[in-house]
């Protein structure tokens, strides 16, 4: 096997079943083609399958049925099918060049849904599709379509599942279908941030709600507070990798459990239990219930913890044995993956909660109250010790990671007392690096560009360094008039979406037609996108107003920047970022050179990371355990502006001279417990990167007008970074290292030979 060839993702067999309800009913993909005109039928395949959203023909196939109804659709498969007239959709019925780009991707779809030579097949040919891992998390960003993610947490799970299914892993992943999901947001005129949420229309989305043999819906139960609470299991397919999604919202149901799943991360304790009750207990059972018997349960974050004991309470109904008899056995199919680097972010319940919840439970398992709650606690025989998830999970898997090597060793310290028979450097939590998923977030135009220069098999070999050293051989002027391409598309998203929130806040005329100059495709542009949260220092960049303006205003070399993210409902300072950001935006000396984009969803993240020329990330150290919009900046020529936290740690290279050769790191590599020390540390060194390198590097051109060493730069951000913060790279990693380890020897040797 050659380094060219090993990633390549080769396919497995399509297991029908998967798109059939259990009676025989027609599948909801099957009822959509009917429809449809003949020659148009197997869009309905590709509308139930998100394996679309990641091709190169991504942008236009949906899309040029009605461009206008696509947007306000929210860029929904099923609804623009469903929405559009019989007169529009016969049109294309005879259109060759549609039906033509339709059958080449129908043809590259089956393929890829029917090849059984896949990598995993290669590396690890014990996994089997019978046998799945079953990956739980309590959010998945798998396309804006549908909304059941907030962030970070949930994009890198949907990363997760694309990569498994790119590389022929067999996975189903386990999470919560929510009525109205992630709060939606706008901002009033005093730039305040307003809450709202909307219903998400599950009988128009790319959804399957799993029937049983009588053609009713199937579910499982679950007590909650001394009620029964009915579940219904949805299907959505991520590629070769089936979702499925849990819903309390049935009419049998009393009304307060049916808005159990009704908000992503919404309430209080009360209903952040019983989620985490319906995710783990409830994911278990459903999977049960659907005939699957995973191989290993794959814990993303501690939300899902309580699987752990639901696999134990049915092995022992199983078996007969006790709780401690099988305790060794359920370890060894649980594994874990921890995302929080401090220990207030991790959850944790209290005793009188636990009782409401588990009073019923812990009698099954055959365990007293106290032997059930020291599953939880970090300190063993404290009354007071509250149920933590973390902790939970920590017990009951056989192994544990941080999501870069900082929040590995971040980690271990977190946890040490867990073991206290262990140095810190011992403590049984390593770390696999986050990663993306290429095909999704590089721009079709940039892709393009890479099948042209690399092959037109980049994307299956996305971890080999020596295709990536091709970009060198990308001619300056090509790379650089696709990156413009990309930045003047942001700019009119941004610009569009400004002036659509100005509108409905029903500001002046001469204030809305000023979103015509806003922002200019000629200047540097930066990207700041994420939670605004106090910890990530969102409006870092502005703390100094007389040097911010000077920087941004410069006539000659000016600066601008891009916001866009949320914060989270109870968080007012994190809204208090938001509103001086918008100050910003309205003072008059910059105004056109800040902007912020309002409810940030994939989309809008997408045409950020394709379209900046810098990506800016400066949280305080050691709180990023990874991030990975940076990353999805790599893949499109941005450069990275960042503190050295997370993955940049990793990521970022310097040359002789001490300055950074695929990016800038903010700041001194130093930690304080005094915030307002470090800010200004931090702030300081931003703005004297910008000054001294950063601006200057950019409007360094030739007699052309072109900025050769910027590009070069450019080049070094890709072909540095993109062999390593991938997720076929990191799911392979999760195969060899944690999936399977009886591989990793095996492995190792083809992986060096790939990496060299």
């Known amino acids: 096997m050659n380094d060219v060839t090993w990633f390549q993702p080769t396919r497995i067999k399509h297991n029908s079943k998967n798109f059939m309800t259990n009676n025989g009913a027609l599948t909801p993909a099957q009822q959509l083609s009917k429809k449809l005109p003949q020659t148009l039928r197997r869009l309905a395949d590709l ?17 040029n049925i009605d461009p206008e109804e696509w947007e306000n659709c929210g860029h929904n498969p099923v609804a623009i099918l469903e929405s559009a007239s019989y007169e529009r959709l016969t049109q294309l019925a005879e259109d060759p060049f549609y039906l033509s780009q339709l059958q080449s991707l129908v043809a590259e779809f089956d393929q890829y849904m029917a090849q059984q030579d896949t990598w995993v097949s290669r590396v690890a040919p014990q996994t089997s599709a019978e046998h799945p891992i079953a990956y739980f998390c309590a959010e998945f960003g798998i396309h804006e379509s549908l909304p059941i993610y907030s962030g970070g947490l949930g994009i890198l799970a949907g ?25 939606r947001q706008r901002l009033n005129r005093s730039g305040w941030q307003e809450d709202y949420y909307v219903d998400n229309p599950f009988s128009q989305m790319p959804l399957e709600l799993i029937n049983n043999d009588q053609g009713e819906p199937l579910t499982i139960e679950l007590e909650i507070r001394q009620r029964c609470v009915k579940v219904q299991i949805w299907r959505t397919q991520v590629g070769r990798v089936s979702l499925y999604l849990l819903d309390s919202d049935r009419e049998d149901n009393d009304p307060i459990d049916r808005w159990l799943t009704g908000h992503l991360y919404g309430g209080n304790q009360d209903t952040r239990i019983a989620q985490e009750v319906v995710l783990g207990i409830g994911g ?10 995973p191989s290993v349960y794959h814990l993303n974050e501690g939300h899902a913890a309580f699987c752990t004991l639901e696999v134990a309470r049915q092995e022992m109904e199983r078996t007969g044995k006790s709780f401690y008899d099988v305790e060794a056995s359920v370890r060894n199919r649980c594994v874990f993956t921890t995302h929080t680097p401090v220990p207030a972010g991790h959850d944790v319940f209290s005793g009188d909660l636990m009782d409401s919840y588990f009073a019923h439970y812990w009698v099954q398992m055959k365990l007293s109250r106290e032997q059930f709650m020291a599953l939880g606690a970090r300190r063993l025989g404290d009354p007071w010790e509250p149920f933590g998830m973390t902790v939970l999970a920590l017990r009951m898997c056989r192994a544990a990671n941080g999501v870069s090597e900082l929040h590995g060793y971040v980690s271990r310290k977190m946890w040490t007392i867990l073991y206290p028979d262990r ?30 220069y690399l092959g037109e098999d980049w994307k299956t070999r996305v971890i080999n360094p020596k295709m990536w050293a091709k970009v060198d051989d990308i001619p300056d002027e090509e790379l650089w008039w696709r990156h413009q391409v990309l930045k003047e598309r942001l700019i009119a998203h941004t610009r569009f979406r400004v002036r659509k929130a100005r509108e409905q806040r029903g500001e002046s005329y001469e204030h809305i037609q000023a979103t015509e100059t806003l922002l200019d495709p000629n200047v540097l542009t930066i990207g700041f996108a994420r939670r605004f949260s106090p910890y990530k220092r969102g409006d870092l960049i502005l703390r100094d107003a007389q040097r911010a303006i000077k920087i941004f205003g410069n006539a000659e070399r000016p600066v601008q920047i891009v916001f866009a993210g949320k914060a989270h409902p109870a968080d007012e300072e994190g809204k208090r970022i938001i509103q001086r950001i918008m100050e910003w935006c309205r003072n008059n000396a910059i105004q056109n050179r800040v902007a912020l984009i309002e409810d940030y969803d994939i989309y809008t993240g997408q045409k950020l990371v394709q379209g900046v020329d810098v990506w800016l990330n400066n949280p305080r150290r050691p709180l990023e355990a990874s991030g990975t919009s940076g990353q999805k900046v790599c893949f499109n020529g941005g450069i990275n502006c960042s503190v050295l936290d997370g993955w940049w740690c990793e990521g ?17 590599d130093a930690h304080t417990s005094d915030q307002e020390v470090q800010d200004r540390i931090d702030s300081r060194s931003l703005y004297q990167l910008l000054e001294e390198e950063i601006v200057p590097l950019y409007y360094d051109r030739d007699a052309n007008g072109i900025p050769r060493r910027w590009i070069q730069m450019m080049k070094a951000s890709i072909k540095t970074n993109a062999p390593l913060f991938n997720t076929d790279r990191m799911i392979s990693d999760y195969v060899s290292q944690v999936y399977v380890p009886e591989i990793a020897s095996s492995v190792a040797p083809i992986l060096a030979k790939v990496m060299v």
């Open 652 to 668: 970022y290279q310097t040359g002789s001279d001490g300055k950074g050769l695929n990016g800038w790191a903010i700041g001194e």
């Open 284 to 293: 278990v059972r459903a999977l049960t219930a659907l005939g699957i018997a």
């Open 47 to 63: 509308a139930y399958n998100y394996w679309w959203s990641w091709t190169t023909d991504r942008v236009s196939l949906f899309r």
């Open 159 to 183: 990363d997760h599942l694309k990569s498994a299914s790119d590389l022929g892993v067999p996975m189903v992943g386990i999470g919560l279908l929510y009525r109205q999901g992630y709060f």
């Open 423 to 452: 140095s810190e450097d011992k403590v049984p939590i390593g770390h696999i690096t986050n990663g993306v998923h290429a095909p999704t977030w590089t721009a079709p135009l940039m892709a393009d560009l890479y099948a042209k």
